[in-house]
């Protein structure tokens, strides 16, 4: 079949080259004009299609002569392209093995090649990083800046980062020439705004990385969390820190997590009542032991307050050792050590924890019971440790019962609920 077609192209260009040839004989063709061409003492008169013809064949000639002349420099040229990538891949391939000297080595090799060499420069660069030749992966780096100015910034970038130095990682990724930034580039610059303290710049990328899928949802999901905590921490006054918190999604405002912080930087600016009704709102919603434990530690003055909710909550959650030890250490907090012991026993009973006995023995040295507060104390170290506490002896049986006491609940009918 292709000899058939080459004999057709053979035949259907000889069969042009004599119509062309007959139809450039006619003296019809000499209307179209003459082209004369005079050498010393010769003219060379010649009509306008002719001329035209034997300036195409010239410059065919000429074209096979240049093809023949740079035929050993094309074939030099595709072998070095050829040493060059099985060079890489060679050095690769010991890059993946461990072997990084050799590595190295290949790949330095390998980078004299044009077309392989900025990514031939970042592994060997790697393969010195693995051997922990900072000189050599320096120089490697250097030379990427030459080769692709692009790679040069992602790997100055992370090569800061990795000396905690993110304001340098910053100014090497913001150059206006690389502009707009590869997604690992986007990835690398919101690290460093984080640990560079720019929590709400980094916050602002987020969109772009879930965009160009830099990372996995989950991932993404976690690391908004992060920021939006850190952008709290950061705010700077109650207007910034009132900004930021609406611009929250609905679903991490809710979230205990983010209350607690955003509480806790109001009551740092002196923005309690809004600290506090935060907490309130969200436990109302929803029950969270860690945060009742926040709300009743913050450094407010507001006791009778607190201790007002607190009661309303135990009405639902008698059996909460977060809320029974926040009740015994805001009486405590107004010198009432009978209703702080009481409260304390129950914590302790509801599986409080050594912080629930170190807060008893507080109690019992502020009323100048050593023998029990050093007891307590005791006990709070050898719960730390694992071990069982002793009891105190003071406490009578149906104290110790009522301690121990649980709130039976009941389902929607009003049935014993089963365990499990």
């Known amino acids: 079949m292709k000899a058939f077609r080459s004999l057709l192209l053979v035949l259907l260009v000889a069969a042009i080259g004599i119509f062309g040839a007959q139809w450039l004989g006619q003296d019809s063709v000499r209307a179209m004009g003459e082209v004369i061409v005079r050498a010393g003492d010769h003219d060379y008169i010649a009509t306008l299609p002719q001329a035209a013809l034997a300036v195409l064949i010239a410059a065919l000639l000429v074209w096979l002569l240049w093809s023949l002349i740079s035929t050993p420099f094309r074939a030099w040229a595709r072998h070095r392209r050829k040493q060059g990538r099985a060079r890489l891949i060679d050095g690769l391939q010991a890059l993946d093995n461990g072997q990084w000297q050799r590595a190295e080595k290949l790949l330095q090799s390998a ?8 990514i031939a420069l970042v592994a060997a660069m790697r ?4 051997r922990e030749d900072n000189s050599s992966a320096g120089q490697h780096l250097q030379q990427l800046a030459e080769a692709d100015p692009h790679l040069h910034a992602l790997h100055s970038a992370e090569r800061w980062l990795q000396l905690d130095k993110p304001l340098e990682a910053i100014n090497a990724l913001d150059l206006p020439a690389l502009q707009p930034l590869p997604p690992r580039g986007l990835w690398l610059r919101t690290e460093a705004l984080q640990r560079a303290g720019r ?66 930087r109001a009551v740092a600016l002196n923005w309690t009542d809004v600290a506090l009704r935060s907490i309130e709102q969200t436990l109302d919603s929803h029950w969270d032991e860690a945060l009742v434990a926040l709300y009743t530690q913050l450094p407010v003055e507001k006791f009778d307050s607190r201790r007002a909710s607190a009661q309303r909550w135990l009405q639902s959650h008698p059996n909460s050792p977060a809320l029974l030890l926040g009740l015994a250490r805001l009486a405590a907090g107004q010198g009432q050590w009978s209703q702080a012991e009481e409260f304390l026993h129950r914590a302790i009973a509801q599986d409080a924890g050594a912080d629930a006995w170190e807060a008893l023995g507080e109690v019992f040295a502020a009323q100048d019971e050593q023998a029990l507060a050093s007891q307590c104390l005791l006990n709070a170290l050898r719960q730390r440790r694992g071990e069982t506490p002793q009891p ?3 406490r009578t049986l149906h104290q110790q019962i009522q301690d121990q006491a649980v709130a039976e609940e009941r389902d929607a009918h009003g049935f014993p609920r089963l365990p499990g």
């Open 392 to 394: 105190i002896q003071r």
């Open 127 to 130: 393969a010195a990083e693995a």
């Open 111 to 118: 980078a004299t090649e044009k077309a392989v060499r900025p």
């Open 199 to 264: 929590a709400e710049e980094a916050y602002g990328q987020l969109g772009a990385l879930r965009q160009q899928q830099v990372l996995p949802p989950s991932a993404v999901a976690e690391l908004e969390t992060t920021l939006a905590l850190q952008m709290l921490d950061e705010a700077s006054d109650v207007n910034t820190l009132a900004a930021r918190w609406e611009v929250l999604p609905k679903s991490l405002r809710l979230s205990a997590q983010a209350v607690a912080h955003y509480a806790q």
